[in-house]
């Protein structure tokens, strides 16, 4: 169905434009990269542009179809990458906007611990749990997407559901909390108080630094309250007076945007647990950090 009739070009970018967020979502869902999100939009606007919008019934279900398509084949390319990836692997920051925090679930959905917990499904499942459990889609809808049949889907998200219910965080926790937090963990940094850092850290505390290979960063995960108090301050220490950290709303969520002079050098998110963190996710591949450094145009839901 191929068209150059300029009404109907407007009609499609329309459509494109109207549901973008959304596709942007899934997409980012599904690999865990903004950047890589993207170019899978790129991909299913091309595609898109050689569709007549009025032979489409249902254009968001046709939209997000091209977008669970583009998006399966590069995560299967990605997760190869991700095997030589260099130490721990986080999701690229996305900035978000405040109304996104106030969507209990969207913000649970894209949070860094929950991201990490998509990481361990198998593509298909993967898109599955998005597609039904993030934005509700019929399983009819999802076979389509993914080529499979609603009865095989049906499986698939009642497997995936298991698995990441068996990882997720125990609880969902409001923004207020985690900002409480980081506040307290802030204030601990900037003086160098190790023990307001241990007042602020769970004792099970996790670690997980992402420099990819480019910048430092501790190879392997960090356990427990004292160690990675003192691997925090530690680093600090390395650049005395010189590090900054400023709030920024990452992931649906509170985190930190750490600056050493004046530079971007990180985000920090935070898990928060019974009022401490539980998880810290710093991610300093500079790859990774395009978006904020550009200060991109925020998610809104």
Same mark, same amino acid.
């Given at each position: 169905?191929?068209?150059?009739?300029?009404?109907?070009?407007?009609?499609?970018?329309?459509?494109?434009?109207?549901?973008? %967020?959304?596709?942007?979502?899934?997409?980012?869902?599904?690999?865990?990269?903004?950047?890589?999100?993207?170019?899978?939009?790129?991909?299913?606007?091309? #595609?898109?542009?050689?569709?007549?919008?009025?032979?489409?019934?249902?254009?968001?279900?046709? *939209?997000?179809?091209?977008?669970?398509?583009?998006?399966?084949? #590069?995560?299967?390319?990605?997760?190869?990458? /991700?095997? +030589?990836?260099?130490?721990?692997?986080?999701?690229?920051? *996305?900035?978000?906007? =405040?109304?996104?925090?106030?969507?209990?679930?969207?913000?649970? +959905?894209? +949070?860094?611990?929950?991201? *990490?917990?998509?990481?361990?499904?198998?593509?298909?499942?993967?898109?599955?749990?998005?597609?039904?459990?993030?934005?509700?889609?019929?399983?009819?809808? !999802?076979?389509?997407? @993914?080529? /499979?049949?609603?009865?095989?889907?049906?499986? $698939?998200?009642? #497997?995936?559901?298991?698995?990441?219910?068996? &990882?997720? =965080?125990?609880?969902? @926790?409001?923004?207020?909390?985690?900002?409480?937090?980081?506040? +307290?963990?802030? &204030?601990?940094?900037?003086?160098?108080?190790?023990?307001?850092?241990?007042?602020?850290?769970?004792?099970?505390?996790? *670690?997980?630094?992402?420099?990819?290979?480019? /910048?430092?960063?501790?190879?392997?995960? !960090?356990?427990?309250?004292?160690?990675v108090a003192r691997f $925090?301050?530690?680093?600090?220490?390395?650049?005395?007076?010189?590090?900054?950290?400023?709030?920024?709303?990452?992931?649906?969520?509170?985190?930190?945007?750490?600056?050493?002079?004046?530079?971007l050098d990180g985000v920090?998110?935070?898990?928060?647990?019974?009022?401490? !963190?539980?998880?810290?996710?710093?991610?300093? %591949?500079?790859?990774?950090?395009?978006?904020? &450094?550009?200060?991109?145009?925020?998610?809104? &839901?």
């Open positions: 169905m191929h068209r150059d009739d300029h009404a109907t070009t407007d009609q499609a970018t329309e459509a494109f434009a109207a549901h973008r %967020n959304l596709l942007f979502t899934v997409a980012y869902e599904m690999l865990g990269s903004a950047a890589d999100a993207e170019d899978v939009l790129q991909e299913t606007w091309l #595609r898109w542009a050689q569709v007549d919008p009025d032979q489409v019934r249902d254009q968001r279900a046709y *939209l997000i179809r091209i977008t669970t398509r583009q998006s399966l084949n #590069r995560l299967r390319s990605l997760s190869r990458r /991700k095997e +030589s990836y260099v130490g721990p692997w986080l999701p690229e920051p *996305l900035l978000t906007t =405040p109304d996104v925090a106030e969507d209990v679930e969207l913000a649970e +959905s894209l +949070s860094m611990a929950l991201m *990490l917990v998509l990481e361990t499904l198998s593509p298909t499942e993967r898109a599955v749990f998005v597609l039904r459990e993030v934005f509700d889609l019929g399983y009819d809808e !999802i076979a389509a997407a @993914v080529d /499979k049949s609603p009865a095989a889907v049906r499986q $698939i998200a009642h #497997r995936a559901r298991g698995h990441v219910d068996a &990882r997720r =965080p125990r609880a969902a @926790v409001s923004a207020r909390e985690t900002r409480a937090a980081l506040e +307290s963990f802030q &204030r601990a940094l900037a003086t160098g108080d190790l023990q307001g850092l241990l007042d602020v850290l769970a004792p099970e505390v996790v *670690l997980l630094s992402d420099g990819g290979g480019v /910048k430092q960063a501790a190879l392997r995960p !960090i356990l427990g309250a004292v160690k $925090i301050i530690g680093g600090a220490a390395k650049h005395p007076g010189r590090i900054t950290t400023r709030p920024a709303l990452v992931n649906g969520a509170p985190a930190l945007a750490v600056h050493v002079d004046g530079e920090m998110a935070a898990r928060v647990e019974g009022g401490r !963190i539980a998880g810290l996710y710093f991610v300093r %591949n500079p790859h990774k950090l395009t978006r904020v &450094r550009d200060a991109g145009t925020p998610l809104t &839901r």
